[in-house]
């Protein structure tokens, strides 16, 4: 009888012991069975809509599922894949201009035009793909950042995945994209690399709105580091370039969309567009007052105490996570990103898919029930929670 010296038992019981050791393994375990279920959720959703005769809100012909997972910012991101950005910007009957893809950045669809070109295969395919993979990274990176301060990485990584919008991480959105490249600049930005913070901060800022947070975070990082006396002269001026040019990326669009439209207030129209089914003609915009504005046309005065009473909440939630343990880079960004969605979004049934970049505040602690049964019933709840998610952001009006 031939002795291999290792019993299969131990194969496996070691295999368990350096998954249990390793943040990255055991984010992308949790990750994969994570998209085992969501994708479960999506073809439940997708075939009881069917079976039901729903009305698909963002329709499809045909509409089979491969099509179901580019709804909605996905039809847009697959015309700016196949035919690039409208010339010149399309208007309605009354002369105004009208939704349009000049509102979603470039970095996401030219990345998925580049691999149709390559693959031959179709934007149904590759789109969600390309999300996955992202996605994939994402969860990586979140573990990551949460084991340089003092958080919970297994636990963030889990109620990321279990989070009732997390199925926009497979679908032909760019959230995924900019949630990685995000996470990336905020461990660059910890291990003071800030040269790779501004390479991966531009890249963010190509891919969703919401980049000139990370430039912020960048500036609070650098001006506690100094307090703290805690930098040098040289890492400060290598931020300085570093914010600013992320900054600027943030602020580019807008004047590409002019130059190459002819129309000064290309970008602005477009999104204010978007806006008009819930403002009506007066849609317009001013920094810092969205939230109020539709608060207003709703509840009246009303409507402004409830969103000021929302707010100030919320900043109590951001000062207690300011003062928590979680890596520095991570509070800067979350409280930068929180103060951007209040200055320039209108809040309505997408807001809450746009709080995913808030992601590294997951990892607090505080966040993590104390007993194994707690956990359990948390993302139990969270899971269940996906199912009418999914039929509110796919089938609801204004996702």
Known sequence: MVRWGVRPNDVLRRARTAIAGSDAASALLVYLASRVYTTAVLAGVFALATANGWTFASHRDPQSFANFLWSWDGSAYRSIARHGYPVPLPHDAEGRVSSNPWAFLPLYPALVAALMRVTGLGFAVLAPAVSVVAGAIAVVLLARLARRGDGSPRWAVVLLCAAPLTFVLQVAYAESLFL????????????????????????????????????????????????????????????????????????????????????????????????????????????????????????????????????????????????????????????????????????????????????????????????????????????????????????????
């Open 180 to 399: 990685a490249l995000a996470l990336g600049a905020l461990v660059a930005l910890h291990d003071r690399r800030y040269a790779l913070v501004g390479v991966l901060g531009v890249a963010a800022a190509a891919t969703r709105p919401g980049a000139l947070a990370l430039a912020l975070a960048v500036a609070i990082v650098v001006v506690v580091r100094v307090r703290a006396r805690d930098i040098r002269a040289g890492e400060v001026a290598r931020a300085a370039i570093s914010a600013t040019a992320i900054g600027l990326a943030g602020l580019a669009w807008p004047v590409i969309a002019a130059v190459v439209t002819g129309d000064r207030n290309a970008y602005l129209a477009t999104e204010t567009a978007f806006w008009r089914p819930l403002l009506g003609d007066d849609a317009g915009f001013l920094p810092l007052t969205p939230w109020f504005v539709l608060a207003y046309r709703y509840l009246g005065v009303g409507g402004i105490a409830l969103v000021a009473v929302v707010l100030l909440a919320a900043g109590a939630v951001l000062v207690a996570l300011a003062r928590g343990r979680i890596a520095l880079a991570s509070r800067a960004f979350v409280v930068s990103y929180a103060l951007y969605l209040v200055a320039v979004f209108l809040p309505q049934q997408s807001t809450v898919r746009l709080l995913l970049p808030m992601a590294p505040a997951l990892a607090d602690r505080r966040l993590r029930p104390g007993t194994a049964r707690g956990r359990v019933a948390v993302v139990v709840a969270l899971c269940a929670l996906q199912i009418p998610a999914v039929a509110a952001l796919w089938f609801g009006s204004f996702p």
